[in-house]
């Protein structure tokens, strides 16, 4: 009898979860209604020699797996919208070029002031509490906890 109930309440979460996926696919297009250029305000160059000093002496940098690079965006506000400012590609023991990030962080321009060599962990721990970091994936939990094992000794660093 037990194994009766729990069949059909299975089922029932079953039916219920395929209807709300269906559901959700015909009423959404998947396509954005909205469309803006982006522009990127360049950082200065003290800023960029500033923020590329701190995170090649970073703890993490050398835990960064090689074929998943971490993108770090900066961003501002001007006239009440979100400029994009700079970014920063971070592989294994280096700042790279080119590649595909896996992870996109975004972090608020004016934490830049705050860097040294030494801090950028405790400048994305104080930004994270005062929501000025924003984290973006295409991959999932699972995904990115296998990508990134290699990372998980820093998660404290980053606030997941």
Request: aromatic share 10%; glycine share 6%; charged share 25%.
């Amino acid at each position: 009898m037990k194994n009766k109930k729990r069949v059909i309440a299975v089922s029932i979460i079953l039916l219920v979860v395929i209807f709300g996926i269906a559901y959700s696919k015909l009423h959404t297009t998947g396509k954005s209604i909205v469309s803006q250029e982006v522009t990127i305000v360049p950082l200065s160059s003290s800023e960029i020699e500033k923020v590329t000093t701190t995170i090649l002496s970073s703890e993490f940098i050398k835990d960064v797996p090689e074929k998943y690079p971490i993108a770090l965006r900066f961003f501002d506000f001007e006239g009440g919208q979100r400029r994009w400012r700079d970014g920063f590609l971070i592989g294994a023991n280096k700042l790279l070029s080119e590649g595909e990030p896996a992870v996109y962080l975004s972090l608020h321009a004016k934490y830049i002031s705050e860097l040294n060599n030494e801090n950028l962990c405790e400048v994305i721990k104080r930004a994270n509490e005062n929501r000025d970091l924003g984290f973006d994936s295409k991959y999932n939990k699972a995904s990115l906890f296998i990508k990134y094992s290699g990372m998980l000794k820093h998660r404290g660093c980053f606030g997941f």
